[in-house]
Protein backbone atom coordinates (compact mmCIF):
# COMPACT_ATOMS: atom_id res chain seq x y z
CA UNK A 1 0.00 0.00 0.00
CA UNK A 2 1.25 3.66 -0.55
CA UNK A 3 2.17 5.61 2.54
CA UNK A 4 3.57 8.70 1.70
CA UNK A 5 6.46 10.75 -0.34
CA UNK A 6 10.37 9.73 0.51
CA UNK A 7 11.50 12.99 1.93
CA UNK A 8 15.10 12.53 0.24
CA UNK A 9 14.31 12.23 -3.41
CA UNK A 10 10.20 12.44 -3.62
CA UNK A 11 9.72 9.61 -4.74
CA UNK A 12 6.30 7.20 -3.64
CA UNK A 13 6.75 5.12 -0.85
CA UNK A 14 5.31 2.26 -0.64
CA UNK A 15 5.31 -0.77 1.76
CA UNK A 16 3.88 -4.24 1.57
CA UNK A 17 2.84 -5.31 5.36
CA UNK A 18 2.98 -8.89 4.29
CA UNK A 19 6.34 -10.28 4.02
CA UNK A 20 7.60 -13.78 3.94
CA UNK A 21 9.57 -13.32 7.40
CA UNK A 22 5.67 -11.88 9.39
CA UNK A 23 3.04 -9.21 8.37
CA UNK A 24 3.85 -6.97 12.04
CA UNK A 25 3.91 -3.08 12.08
CA UNK A 26 5.07 -1.37 14.83
CA UNK A 27 4.07 2.64 15.05
CA UNK A 28 6.02 3.90 17.66
CA UNK A 29 6.17 7.70 18.59
CA UNK A 30 5.63 10.66 20.96
CA UNK A 31 1.74 11.85 22.47
CA UNK A 32 0.80 13.72 19.10
CA UNK A 33 3.43 13.17 16.50
CA UNK A 34 1.10 11.21 14.31
CA UNK A 35 0.57 7.67 15.41
CA UNK A 36 -3.45 7.50 14.89
CA UNK A 37 -3.46 9.35 11.27
CA UNK A 38 -0.63 6.81 10.30
CA UNK A 39 -2.99 3.84 11.82
CA UNK A 40 -6.26 4.97 10.13
CA UNK A 41 -4.33 5.28 6.20
CA UNK A 42 -2.97 2.02 6.92
CA UNK A 43 -5.97 1.13 7.71
CA UNK A 44 -8.50 2.22 4.72
CA UNK A 45 -5.77 1.52 2.91
CA UNK A 46 -5.38 -2.46 4.24
CA UNK A 47 -9.25 -2.40 3.81
CA UNK A 48 -9.44 -1.25 0.30
CA UNK A 49 -7.20 -4.52 -0.48
CA UNK A 50 -9.50 -6.83 0.71
CA UNK A 51 -7.72 -7.50 4.24
CA UNK A 52 -10.12 -7.84 7.39
CA UNK A 53 -9.36 -5.12 9.85
CA UNK A 54 -9.66 -5.09 13.98
CA UNK A 55 -9.03 -2.52 16.07
CA UNK A 56 -8.49 -2.70 19.73
CA UNK A 57 -9.25 1.26 20.43
CA UNK A 58 -8.84 2.16 23.73
CA UNK A 59 -9.75 5.76 23.37
CA UNK A 60 -12.69 5.48 20.92
CA UNK A 61 -10.34 7.07 18.54
CA UNK A 62 -11.18 4.78 15.10
CA UNK A 63 -14.47 5.01 15.87
CA UNK A 64 -15.26 7.32 13.46
CA UNK A 65 -13.13 5.98 10.59
CA UNK A 66 -15.09 2.66 10.96
CA UNK A 67 -17.98 3.86 11.13
CA UNK A 68 -17.58 5.69 7.54
CA UNK A 69 -16.03 2.72 6.09
CA UNK A 70 -19.21 0.33 6.80
CA UNK A 71 -17.66 -1.08 9.93
CA UNK A 72 -18.99 -2.60 13.02
CA UNK A 73 -17.83 -0.51 16.10
CA UNK A 74 -18.48 -2.91 19.27
CA UNK A 75 -18.48 -0.55 22.25
CA UNK A 76 -18.20 -1.99 25.57
CA UNK A 77 -20.06 -0.55 29.01
CA UNK A 78 -21.53 -1.68 31.90
CA UNK A 79 -24.54 -1.34 29.58
CA UNK A 80 -22.88 -2.89 26.60
CA UNK A 81 -20.71 -6.11 27.81
CA UNK A 82 -19.07 -9.60 26.80
CA UNK A 83 -19.32 -13.06 27.81
CA UNK A 84 -16.17 -14.26 28.79
CA UNK A 85 -17.10 -17.82 28.97
CA UNK A 86 -18.11 -18.00 25.44
CA UNK A 87 -16.41 -20.67 23.72
CA UNK A 88 -16.91 -21.20 19.79
CA UNK A 89 -15.82 -24.70 20.01
CA UNK A 90 -16.53 -27.81 22.34
CA UNK A 91 -13.45 -29.44 22.37
CA UNK A 92 -11.48 -30.50 25.15
CA UNK A 93 -8.28 -28.56 23.75
CA UNK A 94 -10.05 -25.61 23.15
CA UNK A 95 -12.11 -25.21 26.71
CA UNK A 96 -8.12 -25.67 27.82
CA UNK A 97 -7.03 -23.12 26.06
CA UNK A 98 -9.51 -20.60 27.17
CA UNK A 99 -9.60 -21.63 30.73
CA UNK A 100 -6.22 -20.46 30.76
CA UNK A 101 -6.99 -17.09 29.39
CA UNK A 102 -9.94 -16.39 31.79
CA UNK A 103 -7.22 -17.43 34.69
CA UNK A 104 -4.89 -15.00 33.69
CA UNK A 105 -7.91 -12.36 33.21
CA UNK A 106 -9.14 -12.96 36.54
CA UNK A 107 -6.19 -12.29 38.05
CA UNK A 108 -6.56 -8.87 37.36
CA UNK A 109 -9.32 -8.93 39.89
CA UNK A 110 -7.76 -10.79 42.65
CA UNK A 111 -5.58 -9.43 45.19
CA UNK A 112 -2.10 -11.39 44.97
CA UNK A 113 -2.22 -13.26 48.53
CA UNK A 114 -6.03 -14.56 47.66
CA UNK A 115 -4.67 -15.92 43.88
CA UNK A 116 -4.82 -19.66 44.29
CA UNK A 117 -4.20 -21.12 40.88
CA UNK A 118 -5.11 -24.52 41.17
CA UNK A 119 -7.82 -23.80 43.35
CA UNK A 120 -9.13 -21.67 40.29
CA UNK A 121 -8.35 -23.97 37.42
CA UNK A 122 -10.06 -26.73 39.35
CA UNK A 123 -13.22 -24.49 39.94
CA UNK A 124 -13.11 -23.69 35.99
CA UNK A 125 -12.73 -26.98 34.85
CA UNK A 126 -15.66 -27.78 37.14
CA UNK A 127 -17.48 -25.23 35.85
CA UNK A 128 -17.19 -26.29 31.80
CA UNK A 129 -17.73 -29.63 32.85
CA UNK A 130 -21.40 -28.98 34.55
CA UNK A 131 -21.93 -27.04 30.69
CA UNK A 132 -23.33 -24.09 31.76
CA UNK A 133 -20.40 -21.43 32.93
CA UNK A 134 -21.90 -18.29 34.05
CA UNK A 135 -20.80 -15.93 36.65
CA UNK A 136 -23.44 -17.14 39.38
CA UNK A 137 -22.29 -20.93 38.66
CA UNK A 138 -18.32 -19.81 39.19
CA UNK A 139 -19.22 -17.88 42.45
CA UNK A 140 -20.96 -21.23 43.37
CA UNK A 141 -17.77 -23.72 43.14
CA UNK A 142 -15.61 -21.09 44.22
CA UNK A 143 -17.90 -20.22 47.74
CA UNK A 144 -15.91 -20.43 50.78
CA UNK A 145 -12.63 -18.96 49.46
CA UNK A 146 -11.64 -15.50 49.14
CA UNK A 147 -11.08 -15.81 45.41
CA UNK A 148 -15.26 -15.69 45.46
CA UNK A 149 -15.82 -12.20 46.85
CA UNK A 150 -13.33 -10.70 44.71
CA UNK A 151 -14.72 -11.83 41.36
CA UNK A 152 -18.15 -11.02 42.67
CA UNK A 153 -17.04 -7.32 41.63
CA UNK A 154 -17.59 -8.48 37.86
CA UNK A 155 -20.47 -10.29 38.74
CA UNK A 156 -23.23 -8.05 40.88
CA UNK A 157 -20.31 -5.21 41.93
CA UNK A 158 -19.60 -2.04 40.40
CA UNK A 159 -18.12 -4.32 36.98
CA UNK A 160 -21.45 -5.57 36.26
CA UNK A 161 -22.52 -6.25 33.17
CA UNK A 162 -19.16 -5.37 31.69
CA UNK A 163 -18.17 -9.06 31.55
CA UNK A 164 -21.14 -10.88 32.33
CA UNK A 165 -23.47 -10.34 29.57
CA UNK A 166 -24.70 -12.75 26.66
CA UNK A 167 -22.89 -10.95 23.82
CA UNK A 168 -20.17 -12.60 22.45
CA UNK A 169 -17.37 -11.92 20.27
CA UNK A 170 -17.85 -12.61 16.11
CA UNK A 171 -15.14 -11.41 13.43
CA UNK A 172 -17.88 -11.62 10.62
CA UNK A 173 -17.22 -7.41 9.41
CA UNK A 174 -14.40 -6.74 7.44
CA UNK A 175 -13.44 -3.83 10.07
CA UNK A 176 -14.17 -4.19 13.13
CA UNK A 177 -13.68 -1.90 15.95
CA UNK A 178 -13.36 -2.93 19.87
CA UNK A 179 -14.33 0.67 21.68
CA UNK A 180 -12.86 0.44 25.30
CA UNK A 181 -13.23 4.40 25.85
CA UNK A 182 -16.32 4.01 28.11
CA UNK A 183 -14.39 1.60 30.52
CA UNK A 184 -12.95 4.75 31.82
CA UNK A 185 -10.54 3.16 33.96
CA UNK A 186 -7.15 1.33 33.35
CA UNK A 187 -8.42 -1.43 35.95
CA UNK A 188 -11.04 -1.92 33.40
CA UNK A 189 -9.50 -1.52 30.35
CA UNK A 190 -6.28 -3.31 30.97
CA UNK A 191 -8.12 -6.67 31.96
CA UNK A 192 -10.64 -5.84 28.78
CA UNK A 193 -8.07 -5.48 26.38
CA UNK A 194 -6.09 -8.65 27.65
CA UNK A 195 -9.88 -10.39 27.32
CA UNK A 196 -10.86 -9.25 23.73
CA UNK A 197 -7.18 -9.70 22.38
CA UNK A 198 -7.20 -13.54 23.37
CA UNK A 199 -10.58 -13.77 22.16
CA UNK A 200 -9.74 -12.57 19.15
CA UNK A 201 -6.75 -15.08 18.45
CA UNK A 202 -8.64 -17.85 19.60
CA UNK A 203 -11.12 -16.79 16.32
CA UNK A 204 -8.32 -16.38 14.51
CA UNK A 205 -6.63 -19.85 15.10
CA UNK A 206 -10.35 -21.03 13.95
CA UNK A 207 -10.55 -19.61 10.77
CA UNK A 208 -7.03 -18.69 9.50
CA UNK A 209 -8.35 -18.16 5.83
CA UNK A 210 -8.33 -14.75 5.19
CA UNK A 211 -5.88 -12.27 5.55
CA UNK A 212 -5.73 -10.14 9.00
CA UNK A 213 -4.73 -6.86 10.65
CA UNK A 214 -5.02 -6.79 13.98
CA UNK A 215 -4.41 -3.38 15.22
CA UNK A 216 -3.58 -2.31 18.93
CA UNK A 217 -3.24 1.14 20.19
CA UNK A 218 -1.67 1.86 23.86
CA UNK A 219 -0.21 -1.75 23.16
CA UNK A 220 2.12 -1.18 25.81
CA UNK A 221 -0.73 -1.76 28.20
CA UNK A 222 -0.36 -5.47 27.48
CA UNK A 223 3.62 -5.24 28.35
CA UNK A 224 2.52 -4.52 32.13
CA UNK A 225 1.66 -8.18 33.39
CA UNK A 226 4.33 -10.46 32.76
CA UNK A 227 1.67 -13.67 31.85
CA UNK A 228 -0.08 -11.03 29.30
CA UNK A 229 3.41 -9.18 27.77
CA UNK A 230 4.16 -13.57 27.20
CA UNK A 231 0.40 -14.32 25.53
CA UNK A 232 1.35 -10.23 23.50
CA UNK A 233 4.98 -11.85 22.50
CA UNK A 234 3.38 -15.32 21.10
CA UNK A 235 0.57 -13.79 19.50
CA UNK A 236 3.45 -11.72 17.73
CA UNK A 237 5.63 -14.71 16.79
CA UNK A 238 2.45 -16.61 15.37
CA UNK A 239 0.47 -14.75 14.14
CA UNK A 240 2.28 -14.85 10.07
CA UNK A 241 1.13 -18.74 10.87
CA UNK A 242 -2.49 -17.68 10.86
CA UNK A 243 -2.33 -15.12 7.79
CA UNK A 244 -2.27 -12.42 10.83
CA UNK A 245 -0.27 -9.01 11.17
CA UNK A 246 -0.20 -7.45 14.09
CA UNK A 247 0.22 -3.09 14.38
CA UNK A 248 1.18 -2.25 17.86
CA UNK A 249 0.82 1.56 18.32
CA UNK A 250 2.44 3.03 21.67
CA UNK A 251 3.78 6.38 22.86
CA UNK A 252 5.49 4.47 25.80
CA UNK A 253 8.86 3.16 23.20
CA UNK A 254 10.21 2.81 26.65
CA UNK A 255 8.14 0.18 27.87
CA UNK A 256 9.21 -1.96 24.99
CA UNK A 257 12.51 -1.39 25.22
CA UNK A 258 12.94 -1.91 28.95
CA UNK A 259 11.10 -5.49 28.44
CA UNK A 260 12.59 -8.54 26.84
CA UNK A 261 9.18 -9.08 25.54
CA UNK A 262 8.38 -5.81 24.27
CA UNK A 263 12.14 -6.50 22.72
CA UNK A 264 10.91 -10.02 21.09
CA UNK A 265 7.94 -7.71 19.75
CA UNK A 266 10.00 -5.57 18.29
CA UNK A 267 12.93 -7.84 16.79
CA UNK A 268 9.43 -9.87 15.37
CA UNK A 269 7.88 -6.77 13.71
CA UNK A 270 9.50 -6.43 10.07
CA UNK A 271 7.73 -2.73 9.36
CA UNK A 272 8.83 -0.71 11.63
CA UNK A 273 7.66 3.08 11.88
CA UNK A 274 8.84 5.59 14.00
CA UNK A 275 7.64 8.72 14.36
CA UNK A 276 9.20 11.61 16.43
CA UNK A 277 10.63 10.25 19.52
CA UNK A 278 11.42 11.49 23.11
CA UNK A 279 15.18 12.22 24.32
CA UNK A 280 14.57 9.02 26.82
CA UNK A 281 14.10 6.45 24.11
CA UNK A 282 17.02 7.91 21.78
CA UNK A 283 19.51 6.77 24.01
CA UNK A 284 18.10 3.27 24.39
CA UNK A 285 16.56 2.82 20.95
CA UNK A 286 19.73 2.22 19.11
CA UNK A 287 20.39 -1.10 20.84
CA UNK A 288 17.68 -2.41 18.68
CA UNK A 289 17.11 -0.32 15.72
CA UNK A 290 20.39 -0.17 13.77
CA UNK A 291 21.44 3.02 12.60
CA UNK A 292 23.60 6.15 13.08
CA UNK A 293 23.69 8.61 16.31
CA UNK A 294 22.86 11.35 13.43
CA UNK A 295 19.81 8.87 12.03
CA UNK A 296 18.92 8.96 16.16
CA UNK A 297 19.30 12.59 16.52
CA UNK A 298 16.98 12.97 13.46
CA UNK A 299 14.26 10.64 15.47
CA UNK A 300 13.98 13.48 17.80
CA UNK A 301 13.31 16.54 15.24
CA UNK A 302 10.69 14.72 13.34
CA UNK A 303 7.84 16.64 12.51
CA UNK A 304 4.23 15.73 12.73
CA UNK A 305 3.68 13.08 10.31
CA UNK A 306 7.65 12.24 9.26
CA UNK A 307 8.61 9.13 10.15
CA UNK A 308 11.83 6.89 9.61
CA UNK A 309 10.33 3.14 8.45
CA UNK A 310 12.27 0.53 8.98
CA UNK A 311 12.28 -2.99 7.03
CA UNK A 312 15.10 -5.33 6.96
CA UNK A 313 18.60 -3.33 6.62
CA UNK A 314 16.72 -0.49 4.65
CA UNK A 315 15.73 2.94 6.54
CA UNK A 316 13.52 5.28 4.45
CA UNK A 317 12.40 9.00 5.69
CA UNK A 318 8.90 9.33 4.31
CA UNK A 319 6.41 12.04 4.82
CA UNK A 320 3.05 10.00 5.60
CA UNK A 321 0.67 11.30 3.12
CA UNK A 322 -3.21 11.21 3.99
CA UNK A 323 -4.89 11.83 0.54
CA UNK A 324 -8.08 14.37 0.16
CA UNK A 325 -10.58 12.20 0.33
CA UNK A 326 -9.42 10.13 3.71
CA UNK A 327 -9.09 13.42 5.79
CA UNK A 328 -12.78 13.76 6.65
CA UNK A 329 -11.85 10.06 7.60
CA UNK A 330 -8.85 10.71 9.29
CA UNK A 331 -8.78 13.93 10.70
CA UNK A 332 -11.56 12.58 13.78
CA UNK A 333 -11.31 11.32 16.64
N1 LIG B 1 0.45 12.68 8.23
C1 LIG B 1 -0.13 13.78 8.74
N2 LIG B 1 -0.41 14.83 7.94
C2 LIG B 1 -1.01 15.92 8.43
N3 LIG B 1 -1.39 16.09 9.71
C3 LIG B 1 -1.13 15.09 10.56
C4 LIG B 1 -0.50 13.88 10.12
N4 LIG B 1 -0.38 13.07 11.18
C5 LIG B 1 -0.92 13.73 12.23
N5 LIG B 1 -1.38 14.95 11.86
C6 LIG B 1 -2.04 15.93 12.75
O1 LIG B 1 -1.59 15.76 14.08
C7 LIG B 1 -2.67 15.46 14.95
C8 LIG B 1 -2.24 14.41 15.97
O2 LIG B 1 -2.02 13.18 15.30
P1 LIG B 1 -2.41 11.79 15.96
O3 LIG B 1 -3.72 11.86 16.62
O4 LIG B 1 -2.22 10.77 14.91
O5 LIG B 1 -1.27 11.69 17.06
P2 LIG B 1 -0.92 10.48 18.03
O6 LIG B 1 0.52 10.21 17.87
O7 LIG B 1 -1.86 9.36 17.78
O8 LIG B 1 -1.19 11.14 19.45
P3 LIG B 1 -1.63 10.41 20.84
O9 LIG B 1 -0.42 9.73 21.37
O10 LIG B 1 -2.01 11.58 21.69
O11 LIG B 1 -2.75 9.49 20.54
C9 LIG B 1 -3.79 15.01 14.04
O12 LIG B 1 -5.06 15.28 14.55
C10 LIG B 1 -3.53 15.77 12.78
O13 LIG B 1 -4.13 17.04 12.86
MG1 LIG C 1 -3.32 8.38 19.00
Given at each position: VFVGVNAYNNSLAFVNP??????????????????????????????????????????????????????????????????????????????????????????????????????????????????S?????????????????????????????????????????????????????DEKRDPAMYLLTSLIWNLVNKKNNKQRMLFIDEAHKLLVDPEVAVFYRELVKQARKRNVGVVSITQDVEDFLDSEYGKAIITNSETKILLKQSYATLGDIGTIYPMTDEEKQQLGHLAIGEVVLFRENEHVRI??????FEQPLVFTS
Open positions: FTSRNNNINIFGVSGSGKSVTAKILMNRLYMRGIQIIVIDPEGEYVNIAKALGGEVISFSRENGINPFYVSSLQENDILDHISTLKTFFKFFIPTNHFDSAVLDEALIKLYDQGPTFENLLELLKDHPMQKDLSVLSTGSLRGVFNSTRKLELTNDIIVLDLHDLKKNILVLP
